[in-house]
Nanobody, 123 residues
Framework: QGQLVESGGGSVQAGGSLRLSCVAS????????MAWFRQAPGKAREGVAGIASDSITSVYASSVKGRFTISRDNAKNTLYLQMNSLEPLDTAMYYC????????????????WGQGTQVTVSS
């Protein structure tokens, strides 16, 4: 069974940047649709960004559009999330997920999930 492992989280001040990575092992994820989700304490899980297997199609939550960029390197089985202009409201645990499609921010369409990496943004 495949495994997704996130890294790159941390604590930054508002306006700063972070780059999250998600490495897939135990399986080949190049054919999967992948996405980033986040969950803040006391809040529901939220889809942040998704990307198709060929990287041609991507989708973003309105709250992050223009600030976050999702990308993938299929040769490295790695998914990325570049986060710029971070805001305190971006504070959450961030999870990567993989599934057979479509390119969506609906969590129910993803089968495999990582354990998460914490992002904390201070004002």
């Amino acid at each position: 069974q495949g495994q997704l492992v996130e890294s790159g989280g941390g604590s930054v001040q508002a306006g700063g940047s972070l780059r999250l990575s998600c490495v897939a092992s135990g399986d080949t994820y190049s054919s999967y649709y992948m996405a980033w989700f986040r969950q803040a304490p006391g809040k529901a899980r939220e889809g942040v960004a998704g990307i198709a297997s060929d990287s041609i199609t991507s989708v973003y939550a309105s709250s992050v559009k223009g600030r976050f960029t999702i990308s993938r390197d299929n040769a490295k089985n790695t998914l990325y999330l570049q986060m710029n202009s971070l805001e305190p409201l971006d504070t959450a645990m961030y999870y990567c997920a993989a599934g057979s499609g479509p390119c969506t921010l609906s969590g129910g369409m993803y089968t495999y999930w990582g354990q998460g990496t914490q992002v904390t943004v201070s004002s």
